[in-house]
């Protein structure tokens, strides 16, 4: 069994001595420059075990390494933390593979918080900017209401490829609120809307001139039907592809959902 032998926590110094159970001898030393931890029985000679002069990161670690005891067997006279929780550590260890083993699995675990930490934010950040891509996609859609036999595509906000991972990832963000799912479903198809600027302006020039047809020449009539025929066949185009947007949407979404759903258990 690991056991201390002999310790000093005051302002003349901040170290513990605990000899292992195989019978090696650990010095655990601190200063204000970090940690220094070696085999050794004063502290002078030796090999290192683990070093760390990064006050932040140390700091880290120790509450990480705290969270992850239970029982402190430490003496009443270690006050310092940090000096606490690595002497624990030490006790808790047979070995000096054992004590780096413990030492390397918490370091891990912290970088693997701080990545996902990190992680979180960027999502955050690119949920942030959907959302401001779906709002002013929003708002175009109701500027563009009146509009029929579809709508220039240069009055898109951002391009469609943007604006459908948006809706998608909004979706997937609400997809407990129905409601919203499908204001997405429904702002998703309504991209089909959205053709090539010459095509929706000669479209609204053709209604324009049917509108006021009279007066027109024999020659001109038959013009306008042939184009209308033309608008007519844009539109069941139109009507083609708000069918296949919503089969994009709903079977993108699946696969969204799917992949988020094993993500998070190869994080348990």
């Not at 002069?53 to 006050?79: F, H, W």
């Not at 306008?224 to 007519?232: A, G, K, R, S």
Request: proline share 3%; with cysteine; glycine share 4%.
């Amino acid at each position: 069994m690991s056991k201390i032998v002999r310790y000093l926590d005051n302002s003349y110094g901040c170290w513990s001595r605990v000899d292992l159970s195989d019978g090696t001898p650990l010095f655990i030393s601190l200063a204000q420059t970090g940690i220094l931890i070696k085999k050794s029985r004063l502290g002078i000679l030796g090999p290192k075990l683990f070093k760390e002069e990064i006050v932040e990161r140390l700091a880290r670690m120790c509450q990480t390494i705290d969270s992850n005891i239970t029982n402190y067997s430490t003496p009443e006279g270690i006050k310092n933390p940090v000096l606490k929780v690595f002497t624990q550590v030490a006790l808790d260890s047979s070995s000096p593979a054992e004590f780096i083993n413990r030492l390397n699995l918490l370091s891990n675990k912290i970088q693997k918080q701080n990545s996902n930490s990190a992680s979180n934010v960027s999502n955050e950040n690119k949920l942030t900017n959907f959302y401001k891509i779906v709002e002013e996609y929003g708002k175009v859609i109701e500027e563009t209401s009146q509009m029929v036999g579809g709508v220039p595509i240069s009055k898109l906000p951002y391009g469609i490829l943007d604006i459908q991972e948006a809706l998608l990832e909004v979706a997937y963000a609400n997809r407990e609120k129905n409601d919203i799912v499908d204001r997405c479903r429904t702002g998703f198809m309504m991209l089909a809307d959205f053709i090539e600027d010459s095509i929706a302006i000669k479209n609204d020039k053709i209604r324009e001139i049917w509108q006021n047809a009279q007066g027109l020449s024999e020659a001109d009539i038959r013009h306008v039907f042939t184009e209308m025929d033309m608008d007519l066949q844009m539109q069941e185009e139109i009507k083609q592809n708000k069918e296949k947007f919503l089969y994009v949407f709903d079977e993108a979404l699946k696969k969204i959902i799917k992949h988020h759903d094993i993500n998070s258990k190869k994080e348990e």
